[in-house]
């Protein structure tokens, strides 16, 4: 044999086990840098995971506590970011992702504020690039390299603006848009260079909602729908001109879920009776092209999947349903009760609900109705905050602070 026909074949044979290697190895998926993920729209892209479980349920990773609280979680690059209460103190937490081990902290004092539940932050922290953005409920605002925690700038954006803080504080998370960090902070938002946190530009003091602002494209132009107590607004990114304003009445100015955008139409819905909105968008002006009171998102937003919203209908202590209903029309496909003030997200066509007594509950996402093809329960105490599905890992919480990282990674086939 000739050495080219040898090396040819010794070629062969390493590529070879490179695609076998490459078969086992499992594909990378995108980071969930921020509250609703990448895409603002709470689902994940990932597809290589499984809910074929064992009797047990999945594999717990790790459990770790952050202290009371509905933050939600951040990962990007290995790292996991959530807020919690102790002591009257608030902390961001770096924990590593693979190990549950707390890599740093970062704390300060901020009051519990548990006014009619258990209290504690309900904004997320999100990642750009190399730095972590959070936002407590009193205004605390700090930027931080997320490898070791170092403060880059900090400010209270509430002491800065004179805005009133809202009766549950401020629960928006922050948004970045190029250069920009948008919060739901003033009667419209506020915007500061995410370099520095100088003001860019900000709205009125009155009181703010308690939805985080989503940006929007019509045309060449970029918008944010933000919530006041009393209104959804469009507003120009740019400029922070308040384009137009829909009026929207909620007790107690709770006007907390995300909207679902898509194209040049948004769907709202808040809880206590108010119910939901679907308008056309325009960059002027909106216009309603159905209402009804079919779908009240009182915590949790929705999610569309295939022209179907999956959400939770309700009020926490009264009957609520997870429901399935037509985005184009606003007509219920179908209604299921038992899973208490739940929350969801989905990857794949599938929806992956956590319920409020915290079962972890997987089911195909079609309107012909809810068929669980997993179910286990995997904490204990009331769970608000919706799980997260991040490089083959599930995480979910409770109000205590307890979160746990679940495997849920698919085995590769022989």
């Not at 190399?130 to 390299?145: A, I, N, P, T, W």
């Not at 606003?330 to 997200?345: H, N, P, R, V, Y």
């Not at 746990?404 to 698919?410: A, I, P």
Request: with cysteine; charged share 20%; proline share 4%.
């Amino acid at each position: 044999m000739t050495p080219s026909i040898m090396a040819t074949k010794s070629w062969v044979g390493v590529l070879a086990m490179i695609a076998v290697l490459a078969m086992h190895q499992p594909i990378p998926a995108d980071d969930w840098p921020n509250y609703r993920g990448p895409n603002n729209n709470g689902i994940s892209a990932e597809s290589h995971w499984t809910d074929h479980f064992s009797e047990g349920g999945p594999r717990i990773v790790w459990r770790s506590n952050v202290g009371v609280g509905f933050s939600s979680v951040a990962i990007s690059d290995g790292l996991v970011f959530t807020l919690g209460n102790s002591d009257h103190q608030e902390s961001l937490f770096c924990i590593d992702s693979q190990t549950g081990k707390n890599l740093w902290k970062h704390s300060y004092e901020c009051s519990l504020d548990d006014r009619f539940f258990e209290g504690g932050p309900t904004s997320t922290p999100t990642v750009d690039s190399e730095k972590v953005y959070s936002l407590s409920r009193q205004g605390d605002l700090f930027c931080l390299d997320k490898r070791s925690g170092k403060i880059g700038w900090s400010k209270n954006v509430r002491a800065e603006t004179d805005v009133r803080v809202p009766g549950w504080g401020f629960a928006s998370s922050p948004v970045i848009h190029g250069d920009r960090l948008i919060l739901g902070v003033g009667e419209a938002g506020l915007a500061l260079d995410k370099h520095n946190g100088e003001v860019i530009w900000k709205s009125g003091v009155g009181e703010a909602g308690y939805m985080t602002p989503l940006p929007f494209q019509l045309g060449n132009r970029w918008f944010a729908l933000i919530a006041s107590g009393k209104f959804y607004q469009c507003v120009d990114l740019e400029t922070g001109l308040v384009i137009w304003r829909h009026r929207w009445l909620t007790t107690y100015g709770c006007n907390a879920a995300s909207p679902i955008v898509v194209g040049s139409q948004a769907f709202f819905s808040s809880g206590y009776g108010r119910g939901a909105v679907l308008m056309d968008l325009f960059e002027d002006s909106c216009k309603v092209v159905w209402s009804n009171k079919e779908m009240q998102n009182q915590l949790n937003s929705s999610l569309l999947l295939d022209g179907m919203i999956y959400g939770f209908d309700g009020d926490e202590g009264g009957d609520v349903q997870l429901k399935c209903m037509e985005f184009a029309t606003g007509a219920e496909k179908w209604s299921l009760g038992g899973l208490g003030s739940g929350s969801l997200t989905a990857a794949n066509n599938r929806l992956i609900v956590l319920s409020q007594s915290g079962e972890l509950v997987i089911a195909p996402a079609t309107p012909e109705g809810f068929a669980p093809t997993a179910r286990v329960k995997v904490l204990d105490g009331k769970c608000w905050t919706a799980p997260v599905l991040c490089n083959g890992f599930i995480y979910c919480r409770n109000a205590a602070g307890d979160v746990v990282c679940l495997d849920v990674h698919s085995q590769p086939k022989e």
